[in-house]
């Protein structure tokens, strides 16, 4: 049976691959290993690998393993969809959150954060397929919302999040990351001070790597299948 060490592994080195095939170098593409529905002892397992960054989407269940690892040095993201009476938790017990799509969760999050703490780092995110089942800003409201949330104290906006739908057209997954980036450069052009684009899962990485994805969501790769 294959460890968590051993698949961790060979994620790492088939994203390292994938950045040298597009010209990229590995050290820009960033791991995060999401881990959600998995138990505290597979994140330690992963940790002791050499495993830093984790995503989580559920809020309770990423509160209880933070209590379980609190002697682990773990950058904590979160990644889910956000509800309004889940942002002040949110704030205090993580260091990025990905899902941001409405400038009520951006302000609430900067008023929750606390002044001990650096700023929250966030991203914005973008439904670039525009699935009605699927959260996150069209690429027309990018912009607007981008300087919004870069004017509040406590948050630190990175840059852009997107799960485009699911497609084995390679073609089509990078034609989807494009434009993710291309809504990425519009907003550097603009003067903002951007470095993130939280972009690829387990089916799409190389192609998001190959777009300038500097952050690779990976889960069941590393973990194995999710518990239900």
Known sequence: MTSISERLQAVR???????????????QVHLLAVSKAHPA????????AGQRLFGE???????????ELTDLVIEWHFIGPIQSNKTQPIAQHFDW??????LKIAQRLNMARPEHLPPLQICLQVN??????KSGLSMDETAELAHAV?????????????????TH??????????????????????????DTLSIGMS??????????????????????????
């Open 150 to 166: 870069a004017g509040l104290p406590r948050l630190k906006l990175r840059g852009l999040m997107a799960i485009p739908a699911p």
């Open 97 to 102: 959150v990905h899902s941001v799509d409405r």
């Open 13 to 27: 080195t088939s994203v390292d691959d994938a950045a040298i095939r597009a010209g990229r170098d590995p050290r």
């Open 203 to 228: 089916d799409d990485y190389a192609a998001a790597i190959a777009e300038g994805a500097t952050i690779v969501r990976i889960g069941s790769a590393i973990f194995g299948p999710r518990n239900q």
């Open 169 to 194: 057209d390679i073609e089509l997954q990078r034609a989807q990351f494009r434009q993710v980036r291309e809504t990425f450069e519009t907003l550097q052009q603009q003067g903002m001070m951007l």
């Open 57 to 67: 989407n559920y809020l309770q269940e990423a509160l209880n393993k933070q209590v």
């Open 41 to 48: 002892n597979a994140i330690r397992a992963a940790y002791a």
């Open 128 to 133: 670039v397929s525009q699935e009605q089942t």
